[in-house]
């Protein structure tokens, strides 16, 4: 699992995907390949912050009352931090997509087509 998460997120989804198909791939592989669903490892949290105080254009501080210090959640293309919004104290899950995961994925998918 962790020469396929190491790969990146095309890979990973390819992992996902093959883990569900015991046609494909014997049964102990699939089995194997199932750690993909849910044992991604997270991006830095430090990085997840940046990213959302610049895709949302808001600062944390003043915006949410309580925001997860790490991810609740991490896959393939992202991950979920929980937050409290401060104006209304609605409980929100914030999800971060992997930086640059859009370019990682092209690039993979343009290597795997050559």
Known sequence: ??????LGPTFIKIGQ???TRTDLLPAKYAKGLTGLQD???PFSAEL?????EREL?????????KLS???????????????TL???GEEVAVKVQRPAVLSDVALDLHMLRS
């Open 39 to 41: 044992a991604v490892p």
């Open 86 to 88: 401060r104006a209304t």
């Open 17 to 19: 995907a093959l883990s």
């Open 69 to 83: 210090l790490e991810p609740v959640a991490s896959a393939s293309i992202g991950q979920v931090y929980r937050g």
């Open 1 to 6: 699992l962790e020469l396929v998460s190491a």
């Open 57 to 65: 254009n808001i600062t944390i501080d003043k915006t949410f009352s």
């Open 48 to 52: 997840g912050r940046q990213v959302i």
